[in-house]
């Protein structure tokens, strides 16, 4: 979903960027240690102008991912699967690894209408699928410019998803059984862009988020009353219910002829309690007419939810409860860089890494190449 948009090019240009005819292709590479999480992503995305006042773009994408998610576990022995967990009081548990193969498809389309004043609307749909989820979503955004210079816009957008997601009653009874479960989610954004003077501009946006539905983790699990007789192995449980808000900023400078940098900074609440602050560095750097390098370092932090606990003498009776990690208090920092290598006015190529360490114990590569075709 693109609610906001800013220019964020080597070089800051004050007048209308125009969209471009091109279709191009890459290849993205995420491996996280200990064999936790693999994914190969080809994907595919074509961007056509029609005439001088619409422009089409279309992406597709291929996950496949596989690997071993950290998750609680029976130790009793019987070489069961902890999802067949029968509750006995005998057993014991740990927090190991549970294996998982999956491929998910997805696909948007994103319609840009430009007006005689060169105002522009933006309407997207977007569709994604794997096995035991399924998302569908629209998108609106209208960008005004308040000035005929084009140095400054307002820009307000919404989008709406609906997801249907097949949860397993593994925990409490064993039986394997499944329910389709729903949720929706609703984001509105509201930002101004401003270009400050010639070599530099400034985004600031603010945004909500209202979640609805079952929005648990179906393959993550808790342990409930482990110093008790009938402890047992039962499923993540969240509230139905989840709101968030927040707000971005973007500072763009172009430092050199042929050097820029930009920051960004992004907070975030909701009342679950987590919250969270990004902060984005990058530069860029033109060694050539053809040759553009980027490096750049992001921070992120994030406190925990209030029904988080990650010990498995925690959790009796409680509604809400989950040990799942991403929901815990942790910090990351990643390091990324780029290369882009323009070989002619059609075709680029593009080359990026990043390295991502989290407070946790994870650490993360991710590699992304590609080729651009200009029509």
Do not use: C
Request: aromatic share 14%.
């Amino acid at each position: 979903m693109q609610l906001s948009k800013i220019t964020a090019i080597a070089i800051i240009a004050s007048s209308i960027v125009q969209a471009e005819n091109y279709v191009s292709v890459e290849f993205l590479q995420y491996d996280e240690s200990d064999s936790r999480v693999s994914v190969s992503a080809p994907s595919l995305s074509i961007s056509h102008d029609i005439g001088t006042d619409y422009n089409i773009k279309a992406d597709f994408v291929h996950d496949a991912v596989s690997g071993a998610t950290p998750a609680w576990k029976s130790d009793t022995g019987s070489g069961a699967s902890s999802r067949d967990d029968s509750s006995s009081s005998s057993s014991d548990y740990s927090y190991g690894k549970q294996k998982f193969n999956e491929e998910r498809n997805a696909g948007s389309v994103l319609l840009t209408k430009r007006f005689d004043n060169r105002d522009e609307l933006y309407t997207g749909v977007d569709y994604s699928r794997e096995s035991d989820f399924d998302s569908k979503s629209v998108s609106v955004e209208y960008m005004h410019y308040t000035d005929n210079s084009h140095n400054q816009s307002v820009s307000v957008g919404a989008s709406y998803a609906y997801n249907e997601i097949l949860s397993y009653d593994y925990y409490d009874t064993g039986s394997g059984a499944s329910q389709k479960e729903t949720s929706s989610s609703i984001n509105a954004e509201i930002g101004l862009s401003q270009v400050l003077d010639a070599k530099s501009s400034l985004k600031v946006a603010g945004f909500v988020i209202s979640d609805n539905g079952y929005l648990s983790n179906p393959h993550a699990s808790v342990i409930r009353d482990y110093k008790m007789s009938n402890r047992r192995q039962s499923g993540d449980s969240r509230p139905d219910t989840r709101l968030a808000y927040g707000a971005d900023v973007k500072y763009i400078r172009l430092l050199t002829d042929d050097l820029s940098y930009q920051i960004g900074y992004r907070f975030y609440d909701d009342d679950w309690d987590i919250g969270s602050h990004t902060i984005n560095n990058d530069v860029y750097y033109k060694v050539t007419e053809n040759l553009t390098l980027g490096a750049g370092v992001r921070y992120y932090a994030q406190t925990e939810a209030n029904f988080y606990n990650g010990e498995k003498d925690f959790f009796s009776n409680e509604e809400f409860a989950s040990s799942d990690e991403r929901l815990s208090d942790f910090e990351a920092l990643t390091y990324k860089g780029s290369m882009d290598y323009k070989f002619n006015d059609k075709v680029s190529f593009n080359l990026g890494g990043e390295f991502y360490t989290q407070s946790t114990g994870i650490d993360a590569t991710l590699f992304t190449t590609g080729v651009k075709y200009r029509y």
